[in-house]
């Protein structure tokens, strides 16, 4: 069981919850309150990391277009996985999606079940996402499927395999079967699968 202080946390909630109560307690003012300086996005996708969430916002804003890291903000004092001003929170954007990066420190895991998906325009811009995300310490997986460093899962996605899906009937059954013994898309693959 986690512990903030002599609190017990059971769950994302609790955790959550009391993670928002304890820097409103330090710092008087909630993250993700408006200030005068930022406003933050009225929904923002929020990414648990093992005290490196500054190291994968910059790297996203590096890799993909319409990205950029906005705001690091440090903890105004100690709290459980770290102490008074280190990096707490980064907000960042992802291909247009806004993120905050938060510094929890090991409890929480990424799985499969969350992933950004990148949709591609030919097999140059596959290979560029997909070898930096494998490049940088990530894993391959299958369909399009890969892992960044941090654990964040990724989809890179030609958008010719998402047109031959949406197509239906025997090019999306020829596109999907081609697809299922690849790991990273073959654009000229799929192409060919969809002409049949």
Known sequence: MAWLGD???????ALAAQLGQWLVGKSGQEI?????EHAM??????????????AAARFYAETF?????????RAPGDYPSGKE??????????????CLGLNGGPAFKHDEAFSFQIATDDQEETDR????????????SA??????????????????LTEAMAAGGDEAK??????MTMGKIDVAAIEAARRG
């Not at 001003?85 to 999606?97: H, N, Q, R, S, Y």
């Not at 996402?129 to 391959?140: K, M, R, S, T």
């Not at 020829?174 to 697809?179: G, L």
């Open 41 to 54: 996005a009225k929904n923002t996708i929020c990414l648990w990391y093992d005290n490196d969430a500054e």
């Open 143 to 160: 369909c399009g499927w890969c892992k960044d460093r941090w654990g964040i899962s990724w989809q890179i996605t030609p958008r010719v």
């Open 85 to 98: 001003g280190d990096v707490l929170t980064v907000e960042f954007t992802v291909a247009g999606i806004p």
């Open 7 to 13: 609190v017990p946390l059971r769950g994302h909630k």
């Open 129 to 140: 996402y997909w070898n930096a995300i494998v490049g940088n310490g990530g894993q391959e």
């Open 174 to 179: 020829r596109a999907f079967e081609a697809m």
């Open 65 to 73: 277009p319409d990205s950029a890291v906005s705001a690091v903000r």
């Open 32 to 36: 993700g309150s408006k200030t005068k």
